[in-house]
């Protein structure tokens, strides 16, 4: 079996049983890049013991977790808009939550410093730890360094601060159960699993979460769209993507996506936009 085929069949048995990726690999004690690619089929030749603690996780054998039988389950029927839309991919900062930038202010307000060292200095260092070129650790102690701080955990801030979009919390669950859903951000590592455990973020069966720390490719890049797709597994005019960011919705569009801008002002009205598009 090759690389594609095996990740195509545990992406299968991850759904059937129920579980996201974050949730299969804290259960297996794998790290999420390395489930990630191997459900895209980057990795080849992953190692057996990787793949026997899948297949122990989720509750097969190892052979019937590669036999094409084993992990055909009866799913539910999900539907294609009118506009032949069939899969929709969710940012999180600005559409799922806001507010984050109140981080700034409290840490503002802990240490006496003016915001806008603070937030200048945060965006120096957001594309690479956002990217995965440097850990949460590297940037917490880089970010606490450059303001003069002994130490500083930006997670804790960033969390403390966010709030869920109520309009979207409630509006998530029907969107998955009608349509194929992800998560598309450009998002430091660990937050959306940290998002998630808070309530922040729905737990929902996402079909792919496509982790910007986690790709290595942060949008408007052309590439994280690339391997969305090939996640998501539908054609580019089939998936449609729901973001606050004009200029990521661009990308996404050159792509050949459709796209809707959301309004964290106006999230009723955004979301009668998005309920609109998804018509069936």
Known sequence: MDEKSLGLRLQ????????????LCQKAHLAYSTLAKIERGAIKAPSIFTIQSIADTIGLT???????????KPKAVKKTSKSGISFV????NGCLVRFFHQAFSRLGQETG???DQIETTFWHYND????GEMSIDDFNKSYAQRLGLEALDWQRYYLDAVEPIPEMLNFLPWVSEHYEIGLLSNIMPGFIAALQAAGKVPTLPYHSIVDSSVVGAIKPELKIYKIAQEMAGVPAEQILFVDDSR????????SGWNVLWFDDYKPIESVNHIRQALTF
């Open 62 to 72: 190892l052979d019937e977790l590669i036999d094409s039988n084993a992990t055909k």
């Open 128 to 131: 690479a730890v956002c990217r």
């Open 113 to 115: 410093m003016a915001i």
């Open 247 to 254: 200029t990521n919705l661009m990308g996404a569009e050159k």
């Open 12 to 23: 299968a048995a991850r759904k059937a049983a129920g579980l996201t990726q974050q949730e």
């Open 89 to 92: 991919y969710f940012d999180i």
